[in-house]
């Protein structure tokens, strides 16, 4: 019992940073058609910067509202004068230009901040453990899973209520329509973007206290972010709840039960969601 | 007047014809490749393998050379992987042309490239890479360690647990070949020490893939499994995140005994400074206060004055492979491939880690083995030993036989 109240908490905690960075992902991809490659790197970015943010300040708190600013602004850098020149091309030069970011980025965080693993501390706040039968748990693990929902609480009501996310969702669905009505497509364009980097840097700048800062901090999540993309359906933002409570969930019990197939566990997912709903759970079917 | 003439015609051409010689002998520099994983998880391993790499050869160049040459190094990036580890040997061999490669981090390459150096004609030293088959089933001429391998390590492991409370153990560590064989050796060696010794089965212990970032379900695995003591045969950024996600859940409690295979790597202690539980016994390849020799004394000044830290196991594996690589290039007086292979066999060196001999039989160092309990010393930025426990070479090395090494 207890093993399973715990391996609970452990898959709801990956499963809410996962969730962070797969609305970002499936923001870009449902608003833009862009399918960005690069997201990982900005929350590998998100995460170095919070780190240093955390060591010149001192402030967890201010890294956590900064770091994800600084990775957006970046991001319209990025739009502006990469992404817009090929939009209206072939998929494909989408693709390979976010790829190539990718590797840009990568590289260049190896070069600033060099191959060794640094170390945030969570704020005195959130730094202690609790006990949960016999044993600890960390405190920012729960912030964690309380700041996932939270998040997409906020953003579901921005998307559903406000102005801004209508006219959003009026050009996703059909942007040639919604510039005639006087959508500014380009701008909006760049905000989407921005906003999907700003999640992705603040995935990273959550997930820095949780696991060390590395040059390869980014490189599993984002691979099961795609796959919560997928299953959830390209877009759709329940989609990406559903889905990465289910990939959080299979990767702690996987672990637990499963050990021999763990790591095939979130492809097998995969393989039967794209053969019996092949746009996804929440994916519409045309 | 004539007899003079010809007497200081000859002395020159002799004067410059030595002079051409030892032109022609300097020539061609002496070329070392060497491969590590400098990008990904795993990339300060490579890091401080080059530093320590660059301090040898620097050394070397300032006494001289090696017979007279200079040493000219070349890195590549293995980034773990073996095709890539694969790839970038063949390019330093055919295309850079060096006289020997030295590196390695990953037992995975390393036994994916081992049985290529036949192929190659050209010596490989390992430094890192652990897996008992390189030395083993798979050994081969050209292939050579310097460091200890998991069959050491395991031994050692098996001897302090023998001492430890525990009863029934249980394992933690990266789902490849090498986090699989520690395992099995580690059970291996404490069974034939303690036959009533119980472990967990294999579908009951834990391996994470080695992307793992987020290590609570192991860890939850393993503390509510009936074990009391555990084995963790993690490394590089692995062990850093799970050291920390596992301090934060209690793991460390004192209800169970802990094993760090390769705890004591500086790059992990240096990113963990006090994160790192006091009292946890943890091992190593080499460490830098393990002994007082002078060749220890002057590689740890001088890597200290020359990068600022202490150095790693790995930085001293590098820097060891140099140096024996020069011992055996020296004694063969040629870095020609095959005299250096011949050199190299039974090979004896004193090291900063101490007398290191390579068995001629499977060509595995017979080198001391060292283990320690973590503790805080204000003296030192990072966690260091204390005590520490002294293996000789002879105590954990298998005999050959065991080995399963049939040199062709």
Redesign the interface.
Known sequence: MEGFLINVLNGLSWGMLLFLISMGLTTVFGVMGVLNFAHGSLFMLGAYISMQLTRWISSFWLGLIFAPIIVAILAIIIERFLLRPVYGRDVSFQLLLTFGVMLFLDDGVRLIWGPAHHLVNPPDVLSGVFPVFDQTYPVYRLFLIAMGPAIGIILWAFFSYSRYGKIIRAAAMDREMAEIIGVRAPILFTAVFAFGAWLAGLGGALAAPHQSVGPAIGEHIIIESFIVVVIGGMGSFPGAFVGALILGLLGSFGATMAPNFQMALPYILLAIVLLTRPRGIFGEES | MKKVWSILVTLAFLAFSIGASAVMAADGPVKLGFVYI????F??Y??FAKQGAELAIEEINKAGGINGKKIEAFFEDSAGKPDVGIRVIRKLVYENGVDAVIGLDSSGVASAVAPIMKELKTPLIITHAATPDVTGKNCNRYTFRISLNENQNMKMAAAIAADMKAKTWTTIGP?YSFGHQSWEYFEKYLKEKKPEMGFLPV?E?????M????F???I??V??SKADGVLVSLWG?NL??FV??AS???FF?GKREVLLTLGAAT?VL????D?MPEGIWVGTRYWFAGNDSPENKSFVDAYKAKYDTYPSYNAHGAYAAIKAFAAAASKAKSSDKEKVVDALTGLSITLPVGKVTIRPEDHQAITDGIWGKTAADPAYPIRVLKPVKNFTGAEITPPVAETGCKME
């Open positions: 400098m990008s990904g998880p990339a300060t490579g890091q789902d579908s212990v834990a391996f994470a893939p992307k793992t970032t987020d609570s379900a192991y939850t695995k503390m509510n950024g850093i995140d920390r996600q934060d859940m209690g409690d790059e240096y990113a963990l400074k994160k």
